[in-house]
């Protein structure tokens, strides 16, 4: 380690607290990066918001930090929020830099029109605004802060005076053991993993053009893993016994369903908070040396060179389809090394010490 041993904790706010170190998006923006940090010597803390605010309220003991890490900072409750004003005073007191990271465009209510839990009809707008101005009435309190991509950096920096860093997400360590299968030629495999509901209008975007792919390849599958609305499905699809469905895995287990099939898909539609998420599916899919075809989101465009493809009509994604089936076998054997050269847990471990904290 070539730089003094530093105390840093990752702070979790999403609503329950016992389920915080399960949710992928922590997994990936604070358990990652403490993963290198504690390789690199330094002292790491994953907890979640309400355990902090327990501690210092009792007055227990609690390590001086030198940066504080909270994960898509919210307060729901006016209690909650004087809450954080008193812990954030308390930390700034004992010389800890306060660092706010976002990894979706939640944190103004204008942007609730056009998320996709309002676009896909499971939550209604006026919610969603108000979950968003959970996160917006305490952006005023950080020193900086670091988001997933480029068009999250822009639109944050709009909303507050301090700096915000881009960085990107990266392979989860935890999978650097794990060796890339080789997969067998036929069936030929195509793999949608949604995760989490709210993805019915991005997959809506090339369902019929699977359709027809999979009607015309009977030794084609379409194997999804999550949730996804079957009602909204044409009845082909839906209905065929080409799509092999999987519900949500549990992160310790999900490297094993990215670690599959010939080509993943990864459709998104053309809307403002789209375009400020990541390309986390073609970074997982290319360190197991699958190739992904994808919308061509502005995140994407740093992997072009690491095994993506882009689509942006009907006849482009049939187009890409028809061209990895014939091109699957055998699988690419470079993509985990170009996706790792675009961004490591190491350089977030890295950027997080050397631009995030210590920027005036």
């Not at 942007?111 to 009435?137: E, I, M």
């Not at 915000?164 to 990266?170: D, E, G, K, M, Q």
């Not at 073609?282 to 072009?304: K, Y």
């Amino acid at each position: 380690m070539t730089q003094p041993q530093q105390r840093i904790a990752f702070i979790a706010s999403n609503k329950n607290p016992l389920k915080f170190a399960a949710d992928p998006a922590f997994i990936y923006r604070c358990q990652n990066p403490a993963l290198a940090l504690q390789a690199q010597g330094h002292r790491v803390y994953l907890q979640h918001v309400s355990t902090l605010l327990s501690t210092f309220g009792a007055k227990l003991s609690q390590p001086t930090l030198d940066i504080a890490v909270f994960h898509r900072p919210c307060a729901r409750t006016l209690r909650q929020r004087w809450q954080l004003y008193q812990l954030f005073k308390k930390l700034r007191q004992r010389g800890t830099r306060l660092i706010a990271d976002f990894d979706d465009r939640v944190f103004a209510t204008e942007f609730a029109a056009d998320s996709p839990g309002v676009r896909n009809g499971y939550v209604s707008q006026q919610q969603t605004a108000k979950n968003f101005a959970q996160h917006q009435q305490l952006l005023h309190y950080f020193d900086a802060f670091s988001v997933s991509t480029q068009p999250l950096q822009a639109a944050l920096q709009q909303q507050v005076q301090v700096p915000v860093h881009c960085l990107p997400n990266a392979p989860h360590k935890s999978w650097y053991a794990q060796t890339p299968s080789q997969q067998p030629a036929k069936p030929f495999v195509l793999k949608y993993l949604p995760g989490t509901r709210s993805h019915d209008q991005d997959f809506a975007l090339i369902a019929a053009t699977v359709s027809d792919f999979l009607q015309r390849h009977q030794d084609a599958e379409l194997h999804i893993t999550g949730v996804l609305e079957r009602t909204r499905l044409p009845a082909a699809l839906a209905n065929s016994p080409q799509v092999i469905w999987q519900p949500k895995q549990p992160y310790e287990h999900y490297w094993q369903t990215v670690n599959a099939g010939h080509v993943h898909l990864a459709p998104l539609e053309d809307t403002p908070f789209n375009r400020g998420k990541s390309a986390l599916k073609a970074i997982e899919a290319g360190f197991f040396n699958r190739p992904t075809i994808a919308s061509p989101i502005p995140d994407m465009q740093r992997l072009v060179n690491a095994g993506v493809s882009f689509a942006h009509t009907p006849a482009d994604w049939a187009e890409q389809l028809e061209y990895h089936k014939l091109h699957n076998d055998p699988l690419p054997t470079h993509l985990r090394q170009q996706v790792l050269d675009c961004y490591s847990a190491e350089q977030q471990a890295h950027d997080l010490l050397q631009r995030v904290a210590v920027c005036t």
